[in-house]
């Protein structure tokens, strides 16, 4: 299976998402061995080293990781938009404004792993974690697009998604009363996450929407 995480980005030296990664490489979880990657945080460039790694590996799962600094716990994402409205530019200098990730592409897609089950797994295990409905509008959520697109057209026989991940201590010290979380724990609740989206391939019948 393949688990990806980006560089750092916007004056930051460390991507907890790219620790993460690097960290779970050649680990064997649930008979499967991990393999990982790094994507660049560049609108042109990040989509071309997903579909590379998906070729030379072709992984059963999927599971790409971003930071989302602000949110306090693991995000489970379920959907990506065929938008891209970026509010800072990535590290090659590009900031599209109401761009489409694949022109012409259907609107949405889902995640196919199995976000409610994975969301349960680690709350029985005391990580706070959530289900989310917006992967944003950056670089994350063009590549879960990609990811999708990419496993519906070419690699059918494969899942995936995207999961957010908090800022590390020492990048929350910058944003007081900003959240974060140890990088232990969030390799711990990836690690916890990934064994149970390949344990499960049907998610739980249970309710995970909002009222807003």
């Not at 990781?65 to 602000?70: F, P, W």
């Not at 990506?80 to 592409?105: F, M, T």
């Not at 070419?154 to 991940?165: C, D, Y």
Request: aromatic share 6%; glycine share 8%.
């Amino acid at each position: 299976m393949l688990v990806l995480g980006f560089e750092p980005f916007a004056g930051d030296t460390i991507n907890p998402s790219a620790e993460i990664a690097n960290q779970l490489a050649g680990e064997t979880i649930e008979a499967h061995r991990i393999v990982s990657g790094v994507l660049p945080v560049s609108f042109s460039d990040a989509p071309l080293v997903l579909a590379e790694l998906l070729d030379r590996h072709k992984p059963t799962l999927v599971v790409a990781l971003g930071q989302a600094g602000g949110r306090a716990g693991i995000s489970f994402e379920r959907v990506a938009i065929n938008l891209i409205d970026a509010r800072i530019a990535d590290n090659a200098g590009l900031q599209p404004i109401d761009a489409e990730v694949l022109e012409g592409g259907p609107g949405a897609y889902f995640s196919t792993l199995p976000v409610k089950a994975m969301h349960a797994e680690l709350s029985a295990h005391g990580v706070h974690s959530t289900l989310s409905l917006s992967a944003g509008s950056y670089v994350c959520n063009q590549i879960f697009y990609w990811l999708a697109h990419l496993l519906a057209s070419e690699h059918e026989s494969a899942r995936g998604g995207f999961i957010h991940v908090p800022w590390l201590p020492q990048q929350s010290a910058r944003h007081p009363g900003d959240p974060d979380m140890a990088l232990d724990t969030m390799v711990y609740a990836i690690r916890k996450a990934i064994a149970c989206a390949l344990r499960i391939h049907e998610d739980l019948p249970i309710s995970g929407g909002t009222t807003h």
